[in-house]
């Protein structure tokens, strides 16, 4: 193939989108993995005991693992978007992810947060009203998380809240498109899709559609 045509430039252009894409999200879910498996486990409890246990359990594993991974990625892929960088980021990734190691407060609160969310949501997951009014309560709780992971990025000048006032509609569009895309995995069974790019997908998606490139963050 001649890489100087044309079409091997975009060729190339998309090989090297495609591999930040899966690289970053390859480091996702290595360090998100026990929190998934412990979710299973917890899914698939059959007494109260063990499902709380289980939830305590992935509490903990949340705050430390899952929370910030994916905070990562949503710092990894802006950073990288806003200075136009393709290839390969595995290391990058990982590290940013080590030095997040300080927000841990944090991520237990949202953690703790998610965990009372979820206790409540399979208590009422039955009864159509209710689950619906905790589906848009997580919504907003993920919309909220987003933008405070956001706000980190020395790029992102907004404080959090001034982001959550500042673009309401958007962070709840970047929040469906992160939930619709792990639900497309879970009804689909395309696991393979969550492995390789979903959550680093639904950042880029999410940074598109919070700026433009003419705004301050690129």
Not at 68 to 94: C, H, N, Q
Not at 109 to 137: E, H, I, P, T, Y
Not at 181 to 187: A, D, E, P, Q
Not at 202 to 210: G, N
Request: aromatic fraction near 16%.
């Amino acid at each position: 193939m001649n890489f100087n045509s044309k079409f091997g430039k975009n060729f190339l252009k998309f090989g090297n989108f495609l591999a930040m894409i899966v690289s970053v999200n390859l480091i996702w879910i290595i360090i998100s993995l026990p929190s998934i498996a412990m979710l299973l486990i917890m899914i698939d409890s059959r007494t109260l005991k063990s499902f709380l246990t289980g939830l305590v359990l992935l509490t903990i594993m949340n705050s430390v693992f899952l929370l910030p991974a994916t905070t990562d990625v949503y710092l990894t892929i802006l950073k990288l978007e806003s200075k136009k960088m393709r290839g390969s980021f595995f290391k990058k990734t990982f590290i940013n992810y080590l030095n997040l190691r300080a927000k841990y407060p944090f991520f237990l609160l949202f953690s703790l947060l998610a965990s009372g969310w979820l206790f409540l949501f399979m208590n009422f997951k039955d009864q159509v009203f209710k689950s619906a009014f905790l589906l848009g309560v997580g919504l907003i709780l993920m919309a909220v998380f987003l933008a405070w992971s956001l706000s980190l990025s020395p790029l992102v000048e907004e404080s959090w809240y001034e982001l959550i006032f500042s673009a309401p509609l958007k962070l709840l569009g970047a929040s469906l498109i992160l939930l619709a895309l792990i639900m497309v995995n879970v009804f689909l069974r395309l696991s393979f899709l969550l492995i390789l790019c979903s959550i680093s997908l639904a950042a880029y998606l999410a940074i598109k559609l919070l700026w433009k490139e003419d705004e301050s963050v690129y």
